[in-house]
C-alpha cells in the first residue's frame, strides 16, 4: 500500500529583496512512499531537502504538483487541501520535526515529550512514563526531565524534539536531520530507538547526512540535486553517492 505520492512538486520562492529573481527549491519532484517503509532523502546543502519536507508538511506552500497522503478514508492533495485538514492530519496521523530546534515552551522536558500522548487521550501517567522511557533511551539525564528545556544544550533540545515527535507513533513521520547534533554513542541509541520504537506501523521520510545512519536505518535513498530527483534506489543499490 501507498501512503504518500508525490507528483510533479514544485516550490520556487520570489525574492523581491532580489527584483523579479525567483530561487528554485523544488523541481518537478516525483516519488512514492510505501506503507511502513523508511525512505532516507539526502543531497548536498541546499538541494531542497528541508522544502520537501515543508511541502509535504504544508509549512511550505507548494507552487506545483500534488502531494497525495493516502488516507484511510480517501486520498487528501496535501498541497490543496484546506488547512483545517492539514490541522486535523498533524494532530493525527503526520509528524515533522525541523532540522532547527523549535521553540520548547517553560514545560518541564517529560511533559513537552508526554503531551502529544495526552491529547490524543492517553492517561498523564502512561503518557508520562512513556516519555520518561524514550528519554531514557536517548541518554537524557534523569535530572533533567523535570527542568525546562529552554536552557537545554542543542543536542538535548534535539533529544526533547525527536522524543516528542516520535512519542505518539504518527502514520507518515518527517524528520529532518533529528541526529545532528548528537555525539556517535547517543546518535546511535536515537537510531536503535527510532527503528524499535516505530517498527509497527510508523512511515519515515528522514533526511540524514550521515552514511552509516542511512545504511542502518533506510529502505531506499531519494538524492536531491538542484531540486531535482536525481535517483530513487533501494539501500542494496546506493553507491553512497553525496558522502562520497
Ligand atoms: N524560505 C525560503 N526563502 C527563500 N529561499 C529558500 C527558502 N527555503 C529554502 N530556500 C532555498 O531553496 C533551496 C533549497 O533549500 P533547502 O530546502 O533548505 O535545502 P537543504 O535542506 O537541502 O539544504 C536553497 O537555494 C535555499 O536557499
Ligand atoms: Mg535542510
Known amino acids: 500500500m501507498t501512503v504518500l505520492t508525490i507528483d510533479g512538486l514544485s516550490k520556487t520562492f520570489d525574492m523581491h529583496v532580489l527584483g523579479e529573481k525567483q530561487v528554485v527549491g523544488l523541481d518537478d519532484v516525483s516519488f512514492e512512499v510505501d506503507d511502513g517503509e523508511f525512505l532516507a532523502i539526502v543531497g548536498e546543502s541546499g538541494s531542497g531537502k528541508s522544502s520537501l519536507l515543508k ?16 488516507d484511510t478514508g480517501g486520498d487528501v492533495d496535501l498541497a490543496a487541501c484546506p488547512e483545517r485538514d492539514i490541522i486535523a492530519l498533524r494532530d493525527d496521523a503526520i509528524g515533522y520535526t525541523s532540522q532547527f530546534l523549535d521553540e520548547i515552551p517553560r514545560v518541564p522536558a517529560v511533559d513537552v515529550v508526554a503531551r502529544p500522548l495526552c491529547e490524543q487521550g492517553v492517561p498523564n501517567d502512561e503518557a508520562r512514563t512513556t516519555a520518561e522511557s524514550l528519554l531514557s533511551r536517548l541518554h537524557l539525564p534523569e535530572e533533567l526531565w523535570d527542568a525546562y528545556p ?19 507513533k504518527p502514520r507518515l513521520l518527517l524528520l529532518d536531520e533529528p541526529t545532528s547534533a548528537l555525539d556517535p554513542e547517543t546518535r546511535a541509541a536515537a537510531i536503535d530507538l527510532l527503528q524499535e520504537y516505530l517498527e509497527d506501523g510508523t512511515t519515515v521520510i528522514g533526511v540524514f547526512h550521515n552514511r552509516d545512519v542511512i545504511e542502518a536505518v533506510a529502505d531506499r535513498v531519494v538524492v536531491l540535486a538542484d531540486g531535482r530527483v536525481r535517483q530513487v534506489v533501494p539501500i542494496e543499490e546506493y553507491n553512497g553517492e553525496v558522502f562520497a
Do not use: K
Not at 150 to 168: C, D, K, M, V, W
Open 55 to 70: 511541502c509535504i508538511y504544508r509549512t511550505y506552500q507548494p507552487t506545483a504538483g500534488r502531494v497525495v497522503y493516502h
Open 150 to 168: 529552554a536552557t537545554f544544550s542543542g543536542g538535548e533540545r534535539q533529544r526533547i524534539n525527536l522524543a516528542q515527535a516520535i512519542a505518539p
